[in-house]
């Protein structure tokens, strides 16, 4: 942790700030604009220290606030972090019910944040005593006269002096304000998780990660993505000419096309290395600075309110939509100008320095993990959901997750999410022919697991790429799960203290039912009538395939006037 969280870029916003910290944004206006949780969220969170909330939110909030001081005080954690939110909030019960929900998220997100802390100090504590045990155990140097006193191994965990905040803060400043694309100056889980460079330059590796359905072979279809991580692009007549054997292609094969390739390819045929789509995953932590820079800022809903007041005649006839701050609007105004490598306005937002300068066009996820991040959960959404809601389902989902995972902290869970993995200045290249030999499918093979992300719209559960990974999902018997802004819907009805939540939680999941009965592929929309004909030619009845591309209308939503997957 260090700078990115002490700004509020990082999951737990002003975890470690004091409250009069000069020249940084009290805890007061942090609190304020903490993102709103209910009051079932923050049980659940607390139920892990024994301290279940049954009561309504604004009854209990003054005694659970008094008891999690006490609680977190004990801890004697360097930052005292949950400490300083709940203090902060002592004012509360004065305020409107939405405002003491947003004190509510950050305490939850504080506390969640001592408990990381703590990890963190044990891991330290034992690395110093491993060290400590090695410098004792081993032989000890001859003295000399002329020697400086020996000094004894390191300091035992008891005698170790906890850092204060400013000295932390001060010490991680510089790590955290570096490229998020340098390895060198990634967290230590994030060190872990993201992919050698050198593993990248191995066919072996790049075989089995480009291999989308684990048949231990490469197809028509996965071989030009595999060729594209050795920036080889070769034409059909001289791929034709160099391969040995006949497709698909073992891994002993697929090497010596490599190595053949590298000598003779001429420049024409080369292309800039691409990391392969089953490694384009996105931390929390990434997300979550997107967010803070962009998002939360107002900055990207400013662009949105200056498009639609410009283009308000044609909103009104229906020839452009409305614009929000959704997937949709993180496109053109944040992905594609951070991936090229002239500047944009969207560089001048990034005052932090997270987000590196492109040398050429690519993914955004690419532009921060250049060597790839190993994948834990793909993520089926709609674009046309907001960015915020979408990315506090993923923050929930992680938050129960990160351990199950041997993660050190919820922000280095990493999701797939095309918007971020896809190359959206060469989309259809990048989607290729055929789904199932495509992106999507070789994120879904290397994912541990996956998410559907809904809102109240439930909108992909009307989106034919949605309705492919699903397929999928099912096909490589993939664990899936669908999830909202407050957790996982499978659980939303139990986990509901009160009549109220439990009324709601009824009623949406009645709505996710009737709506579930009306999912056809057939029906389903796209925003590329060559995407819909393919999928449907993979998820349709046999017997069904050649009547629907006559029989199916397709319709073409705003997409910006690109062909962008769902």
Aim: proline letters at 6%; a negative charge.
């Amino acid at each position: 942790m260090g700078q990115g969280y002490e700004e509020g870029y990082g999951i737990f916003p002003g975890e470690a700030m004091s409250a009069d910290a000069e020249g940084i944004e009290n805890w007061e206006a942090q609190l304020m604009r903490a993102g709103s949780l209910n009051s079932e969220q923050l049980r659940l969170l607390f139920a892990k220290r024994s301290e279940i909330w049954s009561a309504p939110l604004s009854g209990s909030f003054a005694s659970n606030r008094n008891k999690s001081i006490g609680s977190s005080a004990t801890d004697s954690m360097p930052s005292g972090g949950a400490s300083l939110a709940m203090r902060a909030a002592g004012d509360a019960l004065s305020r409107r019910e939405e405002e003491l929900q947003q004190m509510e998220g950050c305490l939850r997100r504080s506390l969640a944040a001592v408990i990381q802390e703590r990890a963190e100090v044990k891991t330290q504590q034992e690395g110093i005593q491993k060290s400590a045990n090695a410098v004792q155990e081993g032989p000890k140097p001859e003295s000399s006269q002329g020697s400086q006193p020996q000094v004894q191994a390191g300091p035992q965990p008891e005698a170790a002096s906890p850092v204060v905040p400013d000295q932390r803060i001060a010490a991680t400043s510089t790590k955290l304000a570096a490229s998020p694309g340098s390895q060198e100056h990634l967290p230590r889980q994030r060190a872990q998780a993201t992919c050698s460079g050198d593993r990248l330059q191995d066919p072996k590796f790049v075989f089995r990660v480009c291999d989308a359905d684990g048949s231990n072979n490469l197809s028509e279809h996965e071989l030009p993505f595999a060729l594209r991580a050795f920036g080889l692009c070769p034409n059909k007549a001289t791929l034709k000419q160099a391969l040995k054997t006949t497709l698909p292609l073992g891994e002993s094969d697929f090497a010596a096309l490599v190595s053949e390739l590298k000598a003779a390819l001429p420049e024409d045929q080369r292309c800039d290395k691409a990391v392969p789509h089953g490694l384009r995953g996105m931390t929390v932590e990434q997300l979550q600075r997107v967010d803070a820079t962009f998002v939360s800022t107002g900055w990207l809903q400013g662009r949105c309110d200056d498009f639609n007041r410009t283009n308000a005649s044609e909103i009104k006839a229906g020839r452009e939509f409305n614009r929000e701050a959704n997937l949709y609007a993180l496109d053109p105004y944040i992905i594609q100008p951070l991936t090229k490598p002239a500047l944009s306005e969207a560089h001048s937002c990034d005052v932090a320095g997270h987000f590196p300068r492109a040398t050429h066009n690519c993914s955004f996820s690419e532009l921060l993990n250049p060597d790839g991040i190993e994948l834990d959960f793909f993520v089926s959404h709609y674009w046309k959901h907001l960015f915020k809601k979408t990315l506090q389902a993923l923050i929930c989902w992680a938050m129960m997750t990160y351990t199950k995972l041997g993660k050190t902290g919820p922000q280095h869970v990493s999701f797939w999410l095309c918007i971020f993995a896809l190359n959206q200045h060469q989309v259809a290249s990048e989607v290729g022919t055929s789904p199932s030999g495509g992106p999507f499918n070789a994120a879904i093979f290397q994912s541990k697991g996956a998410v559907m992300v809904v809102g109240e719209d439930l909108g992909p559960f009307f989106r034919i790429w949605c309705i492919f990974e699903v397929h999928r999902l099912k096909e490589l018997q993939k664990a899936f799960e669908l999830i909202c802004d407050s957790g996982p819907i499978s659980s939303m009805y139990n986990d509901a203290s009160d009549t109220e939540s439990k009324d709601a939680a009824a009623r949406f999941l009645k709505t996710v039912g009737q709506k579930l009965l009306e999912v056809s592929a057939v029906t389903a929309q796209s925003s590329s009538v060559t995407d819909k004909q393919a999928i449907l030619s993979e998820v349709i009845n046999p017997e069904s395939k050649m009547p629907v591309a006559d029989l199916v209308r397709f319709e073409r939503p705003h997409a910006g006037g690109q062909r962008v997957p769902s």
